[in-house]
Structure formats: structure tokens, C-alpha cells
């Protein structure tokens, strides 16, 4: 079955630790993105990347870094510039292509310890 | 700026209560609005694309609509099964980065 998987459910950072979430999808989208989901508000772009060794900043990217080496892989390292990343972090991925809906993973719960 | 707005916050219905979500947006160049459902703890799963003013699409007992200024969820006779996070999203602007601008959900509740 094609989907998004994202790793590790629950996450919990240390004051200074820099963590990172990993997203892998096997269905061959070009594009993915990760998100910040706070109680209360509508999901807020961190980061995009449309096609492998590119990627640019959301709406909300500082204190957060991206990769994508890999089309199947865009792991989020949250640093210690993030001062609040307790969050619900979506990751999702869509094909080319006008009109085409993204598809999300089950998401990662960050807190602070 | 552009902007997404969804009503009411939360919403609580009888089982079989028919009602309307609503998804107002302010974009410039609308590309398409996608309607999503989300249960609790799960990514957003999604239910319809619309691209046009006038267009509808359905499944189940939900049937999604469009104008040029917002886009309503009708849920005909609900069932508790469809208590739920429904979120509107906004593609919008030139260039196809596939950008998506969300509104902040509506909470449904449907009793038994």
C-alpha cells in the first residue's frame, strides 16, 4: 500500500537538543512538505521541497531545517532556535500537476521535556 | 493577504441533523479548494478538489460546493461516524509550487 510514514509517533526534545522527524513516502510524488499544527489554528507551512536537493521556506521556517537527498525522504530537524516547538508536525506529498490534492502521514507529537 | 476562514469553530448535531460548514477565502487567482477531514491524533485525510464557481461533488452524506468567495460542507443526516476536524484548504496565486493555504477547521460532533 502507497502512503506516507512518518517516524517516531511521540517525540520529546530536551532544552538545547536539536531533534529530527523523519517522512518517507513510496508514492513517487515530486513534491512534499512539512507542517505545524497548534490547538486551535489551521496547519502553518515550515518548509517545501519540489523536486530532490531543492527546497525552500514556508510561512513559519526559522528554527527548523530540511533535507532532501532522497525523492522518497524529507526528514525536519527541529533545532534549539525553536523556542516553542511543542506541536502536531504533518508531513505531506503530492504528485505534478494542476489540481492535485497533497497527501498527509499520521504525524509526529514534539513536546519539551 | 491572502486568507482562509472557516465557520463555525465547532459545531454539535444530532444524529440525522442536517447542516453546513463554511469556508470563506479571500486569494488572489484561486487554483482549487480541497476539503479535508482529520480524526484526532491523524494527518488530514482528504475528501474533495474544487476548481471552479458553481461546481459540487459528493460522497457519502457530504457534498461539497463552490463560489467566488467561499465554499460550503453540506452533511446530509449525519451519523456519529462523522464527528470529525474538517479543514479547508486554498491553493492560490501563480507558479505551481502546490502551496496550500488552511483555514483553522471546523470540530463536528454528531450525538447518537
Known amino acids: 500500500d502507497g502512503g506516507i510514514t512518518q517516524s517516531p509517533k511521540y517525540l520529546f526534545r530536551k532544552e538545547g537538543q536539536n531533534v529530527t522527524l523523519s517522512c518517507e513516502q513510496n508514492?513517487?510524488?515530486?513534491?512534499m512538505y512539512w507542517y505545524r499544527q497548534d490547538p486551535g489554528q489551521g496547519l502553518r507551512l515550515i518548509y517545501y521541497s519540489q523536486i530532490v536537493n531543492d527546497f525552500q521556506k514556508g510561512d513559519i521556517a526559522e528554527g527548523y531545517s530540511v533535507s532532501r537527498e532522497k525523492k522518497e525522504s524529507f526528514p525536519l530537524t527541529v533545532t534549539s532556535a525553536q523556542k516553542n516547538p511543542t506541536a502536531f508536525y504533518l508531513c505531506?506529498?503530492?504528485?505534478?500537476?494542476?489540481?492535485?490534492?497533497?497527501?498527509f502521514g499520521d504525524g509526529t507529537r514534539l513536546s519539551i521535556l | 493577504e491572502d486568507q482562509v476562514t472557516q465557520s463555525p469553530e465547532a459545531l454539535r448535531l444530532q444524529e440525522g441533523e442536517s447542516s453546513s460548514l463554511n469556508c470563506s477565502y479571500t486569494?488572489?487567482?484561486?487554483?482549487?479548494l480541497f476539503w479535508y477531514r482529520q480524526d484526532p491524533g491523524k494527518g488530514p485525510e482528504f475528501l474533495f478538489t474544487?476548481?471552479?464557481a458553481g461546481e459540487e461533488k459528493e460522497k457519502e452524506r457530504l457534498k461539497a460546493t463552490l463560489t467566488k468567495k467561499e465554499s460550503f460542507l453540506h452533511i446530509t443526516a449525519p451519523k456519529p461516524e462523522d464527528s470529525a476536524t474538517y479543514l479547508c484548504?486554498?491553493?492560490?496565486?501563480?507558479?505551481?509550487?502546490?502551496?496550500?493555504?488552511f483555514g483553522q477547521g471546523t470540530t463536528l460532533q454528531v450525538k447518537p
Open positions: 474544487l476548481y471552479s
Open positions: 508514492l513517487n510524488h515530486d513534491a
Open positions: 484548504a486554498v491553493q492560490a496565486g501563480s507558479g505551481n509550487t502546490g502551496k496550500l493555504i
Open positions: 486569494v488572489s487567482g484561486l487554483r482549487g
Open positions: 505531506a506529498s503530492t504528485d505534478r500537476g494542476l489540481h492535485q490534492p497533497q497527501h
